[in-house]
């Protein structure tokens, strides 16, 4: 499934307020996975693509999250965007906590 509803995110990135503007790429219930496309904002300026896709897989009762980052870099000599993995665990903690509760 493909849709192209849009969204506003702001994130702290390194302690520094960011913005991003995603397009929800795609959906698949049954892989349960969701994939966004960065199309405007502080995460997109130094890179010419940056997606970030995740799914679920479920062994023993444990639900696995696998975090992609797909981009693609302006120039050679910007650094790996590293940093926003530190983002995405925050993001798992915060889910994690959310349905605990």
């Known amino acids: 499934m493909c849709?192209?509803?849009?969204?506003?995110?702001?994130?702290?990135?390194d302690g520094k307020q960011k913005v991003a503007?995603?397009?929800?790429?795609?959906?698949?219930?049954?892989?349960?996975?969701?994939t966004f496309n960065v199309i405007e904002g502080d995460l997109?300026?130094?890179?010419?693509?940056?997606?970030?896709?995740?799914?679920?897989?479920?062994?023993?009762d444990i639900d696995l999250v696998t975090w992609i980052l797909d981009y693609e870099k302006l120039k050679d000599d910007i650094e790996e965007p590293l940093t926003f993995l530190g983002v995405l665990i925050n993001l798992s903690k915060d889910i994690e906590s959310y349905h605990l509760n």
Do not use: G, W
């Not at 503007?21 to 969701?34: F, N």
């Open 3 to 13: 849709i192209q509803d849009s969204y506003h995110f702001h994130l702290t990135v």
């Open 44 to 60: 997109i300026e130094l890179d010419k693509v940056f997606k970030i896709s995740f799914h679920v897989e479920t062994h023993d």
């Open 21 to 34: 503007k995603d397009i929800v790429e795609a959906i698949d219930k049954e892989k349960r996975s969701l």
